[in-house]
T-cell receptor, first 112, second 116 residues
Framework: DAGITQSPRHKVTETGTPVTLRCHQT?????MYWYRQDPGHGLRLIHY???????DKGEVSDGYSVSRSKTEDFLLTLESATSSQTSVYFC???????????FGNGTRLTVT | GENVEQHPSTLSVQEGDSAVIKCTYS??????FPWYKQELGKGPQLIID?????GEKKDQRIAVTLNKTAKHFSLHITETQPEDSAVYFC???????????????FGTGTQLKVEL
């Protein structure tokens, strides 16, 4: 594994509650990404970071926010969870802007 | 934006046979094409990648071919084994040229089953 830890691994929450997912890396890579995986859609980019405090939106960013205060941590927050955000969330890292991405083992989130 | 289509969605082969998975992409600026293998309960694992300045790349039983003119690329697995059974994803990106890192657009995946 590429030194990526996602927490929690599983979470069940209720509609309307805030949720924060954490991605922690030990590789000192500059770039970090959040993807969601849903049947029939593959993986879709939510947000990404190109450095501490530098983040930008991906393809499916509505309803999500991110923060990166340290190189090793990238947080994904659902301000008010909805059932459509039930998914498996994957964090990925890459060393440089054109380097391969390496993924963590995911967080399965269920919003009831 | 980029759109990646992947076929077939499921593929069943006999052990020892070859398996081929095909993807097409829409953005002519894309220049990086990785393939990932995902086992149940795990994250996608990079198995091979190719850049647009190369037409073919091999790594033991795995090979990837790229046709830039037709905008398609394929994964070839020879001498398949039961442990090759997994979901395979193709992806494409501009390789960070447009800034902000290597933002991949994924296909929808192929469930490969290798039968004994």
């Amino acid at each position: 594994d590429a030194g990526i830890t996602q927490s929690p691994r599983h979470k069940v929450t209720e509609t309307g509650t805030p949720v924060t997912l954490r991605c922690h890396q030990t590789e000192n890579h500059r770039y970090m990404y959040w993807y969601r995986q849903d049947p029939g859609h593959g993986l879709r980019l939510i947000h990404y970071s190109y450095g501490v405090k530098d983040t930008d939106k991906g393809e499916v960013s509505d309803g999500y926010s991110v923060s990166r205060s340290k190189t090793e941590d990238f947080l994904l927050t659902l301000e008010s969870a909805t059932s459509s955000q039930t998914s498996v969330y994957f964090c990925a890292i890459s060393a440089a802007r054109d380097s391969p991405l390496h993924f963590g083992n995911g967080t399965r989130l269920t919003v009831t | 934006g980029e759109n990646v289509e992947q076929h077939p969605s499921t593929l069943s082969v006999q052990e020892g046979d070859s398996a081929v998975i095909k993807c097409t992409y829409s953005d002519s600026a894309s220049n990086y094409f990785p393939w990932y293998k995902q086992e149940l309960g795990k994250g996608p694992q990079l198995i091979i990648d190719i850049r647009s300045n190369v037409g073919e790349k091999k790594d033991q039983r795995i090979a990837v071919t790229l046709n830039k003119t037709a905008k398609h690329f394929s994964l070839h697995i020879t001498e398949t084994q039961p442990e090759d059974s997994a979901v395979y994803f193709c992806a494409a990106s501009t390789g960070g040229v447009t800034g902000g890192g290597n933002k991949l657009t994924f296909g929808t995946g192929t469930q490969l089953k290798v039968e004994l």
